[in-house]
């Protein structure tokens, strides 16, 4: 008997309902693991339908179909002499589950359904499927007419059981059971299960690369073992990308695996083991032996088949290897590059096209397409034919061949400075060169004609002409002039992208970019039905801080000087009128908070589950070195009112690439209502009376520390007694003695303001975003916080006294 078997595992490109594609490439698949002498093949989670069909799991017609592949595949001659493991929904008894059905040799061996679902974040198989719940159970699963045809059965075991071939014993752990604390792979290795097999539609987050790798190697260290890992790979349908990380573990070494961010639909893997080294790994662990002799038995499917063969002793096995994991700056160049591919060859359209303002997000977008047509070049001049042909269909040429990534870059990307009065030459310079560099068709435009167009339809209607808050006008107007230049951005952007490809004699139409980051949309940053609003945003998942480090990246990488100048200079919108040919707008200025801490808050509300309550009680400490509570809870306050105020926004969303843990996207991954009490009145009164206790803490301290100076100095027969913090007062006991941030309560900030810049005030009294304070309450407590520290102190409130009583509360110029 041989001892030395050959696993094969892939990672395939599938789309969402694309039967036919999908079926092609299971069937490439299973020819690239036969060619490599593999006797077991397994392949994605769901591969057959794609992982993302979402509500289509409801349809009758999704699980008649993927029958009707299985029937195609049990009758495909590469399919003989192979076991084959593939992924799909299946209905049993009435009941949907994501199941893996294992066949050889035109006969289904076993449906494996899915434990252990994933419900969390981006994944919602809860909605459509049910997990197993007879754990090591099996049942009889009728087949439908089509199959008993092929196969000759009419029922096969369907459940939680384990296939015993003629020399080794394989089972299954699908995608989150391996993430769950609970893993079957543990009882199965005791009941004797050498190679683990998980199929995964596990997709990429940022900073989160290493833990499927960590946790196969931890999980074949601990038990001994060979786990056998595939993924989806690319963008089937949605805005998650999976990485494609098929991976081979053999006794806590990583002994084969993919190419990172592959372009290619089909990528195979295998390795030769030996299943005695296994053995004598686990013989070895005498605990785990101890463990393994009472564990409880699965149901055994025997095969009568085996996976090596008698004649393998000149057979190599493999051998491990390093795993390097990707920096988040990487992961930035490579995954959305990717995903951005995948978008444009699937959607048919001939390219894209991006407002490029001269700032740091669309130069941010911009390098994500530019390191995609490196990419495509890279793939191309490595043989990858279907990248070529993918390439050549978009640019309608059949005998292109790409040269270099700018002459690629020509042809796929257009840039358009979309400039008024109120930019500035230094912008609209910096775009222009920098399209350059990068090769992107580029067209600056000055649509200050359009802009003047529409105000006059408005002043003609109602004989009211609106000014800039610098030429007299009130803050209102000039919130609404700044609006209506962003949403005019947003109308030429898809008039250029439905109309340039004519213009350049091509057929097709553009995608639109956007260029809005992920701490922009948590505060709503952002002109609702602005240029952030395109078809998709590559940059959309990302923190400001995240984008300014992977700029430095590609500018490194791809020799791109200029990239510089787009990191030194001040973020700004760039709708308010020059003063002298200078910018004067500044986004952190506007916003009333710096994109760090803007990151800080997305964490702590989404990774961490914070209301503004808890919020508080963290960056007391967290910033206890910058500011005092007073000033802690005042920005907390602005938070939590500016993100409710603009929550209306992340319902129209652009869909983005997703990276963030703390993404505020609607759609799926955060869930929240978009109609708020922006009072925050409990909540608020909350942080008020922890504001007390702190207070009374520090006085309790300072009487503490002065009564005993003084007993320091008293005669010993004094009986003076100190008074001490009681253990009805917990926060005053462990923040009293925190002398950072706590002793000096009027200290000014050392960063910007919490208000943003005068212009940027609107009376609330007829704003849709409106809030009525009462000023009187809140001047209970005195906090100097810049110049403007009064409006905020009127903000602390949450009732409403009288119109009187009303106060201008500081917004976004971009709240609409």
């Known amino acids: 008997m041989g001892r030395k078997v050959i696993l094969a595992t892939c990672s395939l490109k599938q789309w969402a309902m694309d039967f036919q594609g999908n079926y092609e490439r299971i069937v490439e698949s299973?020819?690239?693991?036969?060619?490599?002498?593999?006797?077991?093949?397994?392949?994605?989670?769901?591969?057959?339908?794609?992982?993302?069909?979402?509500?289509?799991?409801?349809?009758?017609?999704?699980f008649l179909h993927s029958w009707e592949i299985v029937a195609q595949l049990l009758q495909h001659p590469a399919c003989s002499n192979i076991i084959i493991d593939v992924g799909l929904p299946i209905m049993h008894k009435n009941v949907a589950y994501n199941c893996r059905l294992v066949f050889l040799n035109r006969k289904i061996l076993l449906i494996r359904p899915k434990l252990i679902l994933a419900n969390d974040a981006n994944y919602r198989e809860g909605r459509w499927f049910t997990p197993w719940q007879k754990v090591q159970q099996i049942e009889n699963h009728y087949l439908?007419?089509?199959?008993?045809?092929?196969?000759?059965?009419?029922?096969?075991?369907?459940?939680?059981?384990?296939?015993?071939?003629?020399?080794?014993?394989?089972?299954?752990?699908?995608?989150?059971?391996?993430?769950?604390?609970?893993?079957?792979?543990?009882?199965?290795?005791?009941?004797?299960?050498?190679?683990?097999?998980?199929?995964?539609?596990?997709?990429?987050?940022?900073?989160?690369?290493?833990?499927?790798?960590?946790?196969?190697?931890?999980?074949?260290?601990?038990?001994?073992?060979?786990?056998?890992?595939?993924?989806?790979?690319?963008c089937d349908g949605d805005r998650v990308?999976?990485?494609?990380?098929?991976?081979?573990?053999?006794?806590?070494?990583?002994?084969?695996?993919?190419?990172?961010?592959?372009?290619?639909?089909?990528?195979?893997?295998?390795?030769t083991i030996d299943l005695e080294s296994i053995r004598v790994y686990r013989h070895m662990i005498r605990s785990r032996s101890l463990h393994a002799a009472k564990s409880k038995s699965y149901p055994r499917i025997e095969v009568d088949f085996s996976l090596s063969d008698d004649d393998d002793i000149f057979l190599p096995t493999a051998v491990p290897i390093t795993v390097k994991f990707p920096t988040p700056e990487e992961e930035i160049f490579y995954g959305p590059a990717c995903w951005l591919w995948d978008y444009l060859r699937r959607s048919c359209q001939g390219g894209f096209l991006l407002p490029l303002s001269g700032g740091v997000d669309s130069c941010a977008s911009a390098c994500v397409v530019y390191s995609m047509c490196n990419l495509v070049i890279n793939a191309v001049r490595n043989g990858e034919s279907q990248v070529l042909d993918d390439v050549r269909r978009i640019v309608s040429q059949p005998d292109y061949v790409p040269s270099d990534p700018k002459e690629l870059c020509h042809r796929l990307f257009h840039t358009v400075y979309m400039g008024t009065e109120n930019s500035s030459a230094e912008t609209k310079d910096r775009a222009k060169r920098f399209a350059k560099e990068i090769g992107s068709y580029h067209l600056p435009i000055v649509f200050d004609s359009i802009v003047s167009a529409t105000l006059g339809v408005f002043s003609a209607a109602t004989g009211h002409i609106p000014k800039f808050k610098v030429r007299g006008g009130t803050p209102r107007e000039n919130q609404a002039l700044q609006n209506v230049q962003a949403r005019l951005r947003m109308v030429l952007a898809y008039l250029f992208a439905q109309l340039l490809l004519w213009a350049r004699g091509r057929a097709g139409g553009l995608l639109v970019l956007g260029s809005a980051n992920v701490d922009e949309a948590l505060r709503?940053?952002?002109?609702?039905?602005?240029?952030?609003?395109?078809?998709?945003?590559?940059?959309?998942?990302?923190?400001?801080?995240?984008?300014?480090?992977?700029?430095?990246?590609?500018?490194?990488?791809?020799?791109?000087?200029?990239?510089?100048?787009?990191?030194?200079?001040?973020?700004?919108?760039?709708?308010?009128?020059?003063?002298?040919?200078?910018?004067?707008?500044?986004?952190?200025?506007?916003?009333?908070?710096?994109?760090?801490?803007?990151?800080?808050?997305?964490?702590?509300?989404?990774?961490?589950?914070?209301?503004?309550?808890?919020?508080?009680?963290?960056?007391?400490?967290?910033?206890?070195?910058?500011?005092?509570?007073?000033?802690?809870?005042?920005?907390?306050?602005?938070?939590?009112?500016?993100?409710?105020?603009?929550?209306?926004?992340?319902?129209?969303?652009?869909?983005?690439?997703?990276?963030?843990?703390?993404?505020?996207?609607?759609?799926?991954?955060?869930?929240?209502?978009?109609?708020?009490?922006?009072?925050?009145?409990?909540?608020?009164?909350?942080?008020?009376?922890?504001?007390?206790?702190?207070?009374?803490?520090?006085?309790?301290?300072?009487?503490?520390?002065?009564?005993?100076?003084?007993?320091?100095?008293?005669?010993?027969?004094?009986?003076?007694?100190?008074?001490?913090?009681?253990?009805?007062?917990?926060?005053?006991?462990?923040?009293g003695d925190n002398r950072q941030g706590v002793e000096v309560r009027n200290s000014e900030p050392k960063v910007n303001s919490l208000v943003p810049s005068e212009s940027n005030y609107f009376d609330c009294s007829s704003s849709r975003d409106a809030l009525s304070y009462s000023s009187e309450e809140s001047r209970k407590r005195q906090g100097s916080l810049t110049n403007d520290s009064q409006l905020f102190k009127t903000m602390r409130s949450a009732s409403i006294n009288s119109e009187s009583d009303k106060v201008l509360i500081a917004t976004s110029a971009n709240v609409f």
């Open 524 to 735: 709503g940053y952002m002109t609702k039905y602005d240029c952030s609003s395109a078809d998709i945003n590559p940059i959309g998942g990302f923190s400001k801080i995240d984008l300014r480090k992977f700029l430095i990246y590609v500018r490194d990488k791809l020799n791109l000087p200029i990239i510089d100048e787009f990191i030194a200079a001040t973020p700004t919108a760039e709708l308010e009128p020059l003063q002298k040919g200078r910018i004067m707008q500044s986004d952190e200025v506007d916003m009333g908070m710096t994109y760090e801490e803007l990151s800080t808050y997305g964490k702590l509300r989404k990774v961490e589950g914070c209301g503004p309550y808890s919020m508080f009680c963290k960056l007391i400490h967290m910033w206890s070195d910058k500011f005092t509570p007073d000033q802690v809870a005042e920005k907390v306050k602005v938070f939590f009112r500016y993100y409710s105020m603009n929550r209306h926004k992340m319902t129209v969303l652009t869909p983005s690439y997703h990276a963030e843990t703390y993404s505020p996207d609607d759609h799926r991954f955060d869930h929240r209502p978009f109609l708020y009490n922006l009072h925050w009145t409990w909540q608020f009164n909350a942080i008020e009376k922890a504001l007390e206790r702190l207070a009374l803490g520090k006085q309790s301290d300072k009487v503490e520390r002065t009564s005993s100076s003084r007993s320091a100095q008293m005669p010993l027969r004094s009986t003076t007694k100190v008074p001490t913090r009681s253990s009805s007062n917990p926060i005053a006991g462990s923040i």
């Open 241 to 271: 990308y999976f990485p494609g990380d098929a991976r081979i573990a053999l006794n806590g070494s990583i002994i084969a695996m993919t190419e990172p961010y592959s372009l290619s639909d089909v990528q195979v893997i295998f390795a």
């Open 30 to 62: 299973i020819h690239c693991a036969k060619a490599a002498g593999a006797t077991f093949r397994t392949g994605p989670e769901l591969e057959i339908t794609g992982y993302s069909c979402y509500d289509h799991y409801y349809e009758s017609d999704t």
């Open 144 to 234: 439908p007419r089509m199959i008993r045809k092929i196969t000759g059965q009419s029922t096969v075991p369907i459940g939680d059981a384990v296939l015993s071939t003629l020399d080794t014993c394989i089972a299954h752990e699908i995608c989150e059971e391996l993430w769950n604390p609970e893993n079957p792979h543990i009882p199965l290795c005791f009941d004797g299960v050498e190679i683990i097999v998980n199929s995964s539609g596990s997709h990429t987050e940022i900073r989160k690369g290493w833990q499927a790798t960590e946790y196969m190697k931890i999980a074949t260290a601990k038990s001994g073992g060979c786990y056998v890992f595939s993924n989806q790979l690319g």
